[in-house]
Nanobody, 123 residues
């Protein structure tokens, strides 16, 4: 079970930090991921921390994923937010070797999901 937090209403250009904590201690996952879903769209990949950190092109250079293994927590620092970043953000963990090897965009390979936290960026 994962719990995401940190969403809110901000203006374009602002920063926001999301966090996601495992409520139940589990074996260390191969990967943590962040996905997002805007109304009427499919859930899309944002960032992952697997063998290395990976980012979707729209967020490269603006978002940073990091994790604290001691706290079973992953973070998503979001800078220079844009209106198009508005979405519900979900964190997830994966025990899939495929994700570790590079298939980090595939949401079907993630085993546990947080409940989502809403990020709204106004112009």
């Amino acid at each position: 079970q994962l719990q995401a937090s940190g969403g809110g209403l901000v203006q374009a250009g602002d920063s926001l930090s999301l966090s996601c904590t495992a409520l139940v201690r589990t074996p260390k996952p191969f990967a943590w991921g962040w996905f997002r879903q805007a109304p009427g769209t499919e859930r899309e990949f944002v960032a992952a921390d697997a063998a290395s950190t990976k980012y979707a092109d729209p967020v490269k250079g603006r978002f940073t994923i990091s994790r604290d293994n001691a706290k079973d927590t992953v973070y998503l620092q979001m800078n220079s937010l844009r209106v198009e970043d508005s979405a519900v953000y979900y964190c997830a963990t994966s025990y899939s070797h495929r994700v570790w090897r590079g298939d980090y965009r595939n949401r079907d390979l993630y085993d546990s999901w947080g409940q989502g936290t809403l990020v709204t960026v106004s112009s």
